[in-house]
């Protein structure tokens, strides 16, 4: 959803042209994933691996690989959002590309609100199914992570986004006009 919107809030920009993939509309956030949500994702696949998948499938408990490649599908659906924006904007589709990002995100509440037991429910596997996990507010190792990493994320995917809004919405001043250069 993030990529989406990142190419979504650059819209006017990326319609000037160029490779839009060598711009800071894509790297910007993209950097901003890369620092602070990938490694959150592997860390919590990797020490809360039956949480991550929700205990729908067992993963390898403490898997490395497993864990990279959980934070690789975060970067690759980062990626693939911008590039779905990209072609909205290329397109004329952008209020299309908004509605998706309204979509995506009430998707996500919808589904949040559906497993919200298996959300709140922090163990292993068989933990979940004998209904002795601990509560999510309960695990630090968990609560605190995510509260420092998604604040941080959120506050400069916003500013980011905010900028490339802004940036856009300036009327561009000719070469030569006062304040822009000769």
């Known amino acids: 959803m993030m990529g989406l919107w990142s190419a979504l809030a650059a819209e006017k920009q990326l319609r000037a042209g160029g490779n839009p993939f060598a711009k800071k509309y894509f790297w910007w956030p993209f950097a901003a994933t890369a620092v602070f949500f990938l490694p959150l994702g592997f860390y919590l696949a990797y020490r809360f691996s039956d949480w991550s998948l929700m205990y729908y499938v067992e993963p390898p408990s403490g898997n490395t690989l ?37 979509l995506i995100a009430a998707g996500i509440g919808i589904f949040c ?25 309960e695990v630090m190792g968990l609560l605190v992570p995510n509260v420092i ?22 009327p561009s001043r000719p070469v030569g006009s006062a304040g822009a250069p000769a």
């Open 149 to 170: 990493v998604g604040s941080i994320y959120g506050a400069l995917m916003f500013l980011a986004l905010a900028h490339f809004h802004r940036e856009g919405r300036r």
């Open 113 to 137: 609100l559906a497993t919200w037991n298996r959300l709140m429910n922090i163990g292993t596997m068989a933990e979940y199914q004998a209904g002795a996990g601990r509560p999510f507010a």
């Open 66 to 102: 497993f864990s990279l490649f959980v934070a690789c599908v975060y970067a690759g659906a980062f990626a693939g959002g911008y590039r779905f924006g990209l072609s909205k904007v290329r397109l004329g589709q952008v209020k299309w590309g908004r509605v998706m990002v309204g």
